[in-house]
């Protein structure tokens, strides 16, 4: 039976005691109310108080049966009290354990400092992706709101400002660190901070004031984004264009899942190294389109040619159904697979152009 069920039965038991006592002593004893009443809290608290008038024997059997009884009541309210308390701070700390034990093992994840209402949008991106992260909270009722929503997340409480919080958050394995706290000053020491511990580390930094993009670069961020200068100008853009909106809701939300648009990285040792995006045969093996390539110089080039050769980390920007998505992804990580997809490719092609000699 659940402690708490155990306490509140007990509570009922003792206090059905308590009006028996009393008026017990009222029918045995002739005693008034208060007299009852406070001989009965005497005898069940045992503190050894002398009684409120002699007893006669019917009354000392009386009490002593209620003593009996009362011990035992009381000794079952501090058993179900003290469970309550123990089994409580135990949980807590063992799962407790559990986070600080999976947060230490994480490797390549994100941190994001600030659940607020923008980190809690980003974490539920990461989540849904998924991607590995750890929140870094400082305030104790959002951690506490945190603990009881049950979505998951591993998070840690403390100020993202202060080194020992983020080398606990595992900054030294991170792939990148996203700062949303709602102070412009907490953003620059956060990113600050953690491109002291990690110079590696990507940062991404919310700004909220005019002229905060500039000192949050300065401070290391590697990308500054301003959720009221997005969002005034998605607003304006419904209206001057609202079909090119909703394309890019569409393309870019996961939840429009007939058309996605997504990013995915070719490794260094990948075999498409080296060819075009016309022998690679990506649109005609998968389907999709690749609206833009960009290179490890940050150069960005838009609606490429077929004839655009393939370099090693250059970043593909692909449209396409989901399915046809994780195909393409598949295939760029799968060194066999990359392998029979450009042979299969090729024979096709000089297949096609045998074809067509007179």
């Not at 993202?160 to 919080?165: E, P, V």
Request: aromatic share 6%.
């Amino acid at each position: 039976m659940d402690p708490v069920r155990h306490l509140k039965i007990s509570i009922c038991v003792l206090a059905l005691l308590v009006s028996c006592g009393t008026f017990g002593y009222i029918a045995i004893e002739g005693w008034d109310l208060l007299d009852s009443l406070y001989m009965t809290v005497l005898t069940l608290s045992t503190v050894g108080f002398r009684e409120v008038h002699e007893l006669s024997d019917a009354g000392k059997l009386f009490t002593m049966v209620l003593i009996f009884f009362g011990v035992g009541v009381l000794g079952y309210i501090v058993g179900s009290l003290a469970q309550i308390m123990f089994e409580g701070q135990f949980q807590r700390i063992i799962g407790r354990k559990k986070v600080e034990k999976a947060i230490a093992g994480l490797e390549n994840h994100y941190i994001i400092c600030g659940f607020g209402r923008i980190g809690a949008l980003v974490c539920k991106e990461l989540a849904a992706k998924p991607l590995p992260f750890v929140v870094v909270e400082k305030d104790a009722a959002t951690v506490d709101r945190m603990e009881q929503d049950g979505h998951g997340y591993l998070f840690l409480r403390g100020d993202a400002t202060q080194d020992d919080t983020l080398l606990k958050a595992g900054i030294k394995q991170a792939k990148g660190l996203i700062s949303v706290v709602t102070s412009d000053t907490e953003n620059v020491y956060i990113t600050l901070t953690a491109r002291g511990l990690n110079p590696d580390l990507f940062i991404l930094a919310r700004s909220g004031e005019e002229g905060s993009e500039i000192k949050l670069k300065r401070a290391g961020a590697n990308k500054v984004v301003s959720p009221y200068l997005i969002g005034g100008s998605r607003m304006a853009q419904a209206v001057l264009r609202p079909t090119v909106v909703d394309f890019i809701e569409i393309a870019t939300g996961h939840e429009h899942m007939e058309l996605q648009m997504e990013e995915i990285l070719i490794p260094a040792d990948s075999a498409f190294i080296g060819e075009t995006l016309a022998s690679s045969g990506f649109r005609k093996e998968t389907g999709v389109m690749i609206v833009g390539i960009k290179k490890v110089s940050g150069k960005m080039g838009f609606n490429p040619e077929s004839h655009t050769r393939i370099e090693a980390h250059d970043t593909l920007i692909v449209l396409g159904e989901p399915n046809a998505i994780m195909k393409l992804d598949q295939l760029v990580r799968c060194d066999n697979c990359a392998e029979e997809l450009i042979k299969k490719h090729r024979r096709s092609h000089e297949h096609q152009q045998h074809e067509s000699r007179p």
